[in-house]
């Protein structure tokens, strides 16, 4: 039995996290907060069928059959006071998106949050949220970011491509991660992508939501595999939960093939960058 990816949504206060979840999934969960600051974590299941009505025809792109009963959401805070819930929601993740104002850049929580990624061996993407303020940028709701590109002005595209590679370059420069925008990795397993979005207009949540079910899809399916054992059974004669009881014996461990583990979406140590994912021929499991 396969389970849901479990994605923690990360980043800097205001950068947009609970609203792009609220996008999603259709809600107003965003104004019932206090102060707009979450102070919980909450979890929100997108069901694969939602997944596909959000992409549209761009889940034909994907070159594998989707086997995932859909995606279950984790929305941390990102106020400076919830640290210990932030890293639980980290430790908690197949997956992780990391939201960052594509007009502000990183900030000291989202470093912080890059290295509890970095910590927990989590896998994870960059969302470039609110592309729609940048200056000129018309609005073309739901669309998905390659769509809309193309409409904007030569500025306009200049403009996102200055703050696209102004990212990448913090990125590695401040937190040592390899990135590029979604659609120029040729090998996720050594950058780490990064999704144009906005998260008030819906424009690049399509793409966003394909590379999340993608790739949860194509590297995480081991990892997402639940053997559900026989009562009274205990592998190796170890001590379990006891009689009658159902164990959910889930697949954590990712190595490489020199025995140590990946940092997935940045550089190991004495080896060579890591990129969003570990590798297709070391699958996790």
Request: net charge positive.
């Amino acid at each position: 039995m396969i389970r849901q990816p479990i994605v923690s949504v990360l980043g800097h206060v205001d950068h947009g996290k609970t609203l792009l979840l609220d996008h999603i999934r259709g809600s107003a969960v965003v104004e019932r907060e206090a102060g707009g600051i979450t102070q919980h974590i909450g979890a929100t299941e997108i069901p694969l069928e939602v997944i596909e009505k959000i992409c549209g025809g761009l889940m034909k792109q994907l070159s594998i059959q989707v086997t995932l009963p859909g995606l279950l959401f984790i929305d941390t805070p990102g106020h400076a006071a919830f640290t210990t819930l932030r890293r639980r929601g980290g430790a908690l993740a197949d997956f992780a998106i990391v939201v960052v104002d594509i007009n502000e850049g990183l900030q000291p929580q989202t470093v912080e949050a890059l290295n509890i990624l970095r910590s927990y061996k989590t896998p994870f993407l960059v969302a470039a949220n609110k592309i729609d303020r940048i200056p000129g940028w018309q609005v073309f709701n739901e669309y998905p970011f390659a769509h809309s590109i193309l409409k904007q002005s030569e500025g306009v595209k200049q403009a996102v491509e200055a703050r696209v590679y102004d990212l990448v370059g913090r990125l590695y420069e401040e937190a040592g991660f390899e990135a590029e925008r979604f659609d120029r990795v040729k090998d996720f397993t050594k950058k780490v992508p990064i999704v144009p979005i906005s998260a008030l207009t819906g424009e690049g949540i399509p793409e966003l939501m394909m590379m999340l079910i993608g790739l949860s899809q194509k590297f995480l399916t081991e990892r997402l595999d639940i053997v559900v054992e026989r009562p009274g059974h205990h592998p190796g004669g170890e001590g379990g939960d006891g009689p009658g009881n159902h164990r959910g014996r889930h697949h954590l461990r990712r190595q490489d093939k020199a025995g140590g583990h990946h940092r997935p979406g940045g550089k190991k140590r004495g080896h060579h960058h890591q990129g969003a994912l570990p590798s297709q021929a070391q699958a996790p499991g």
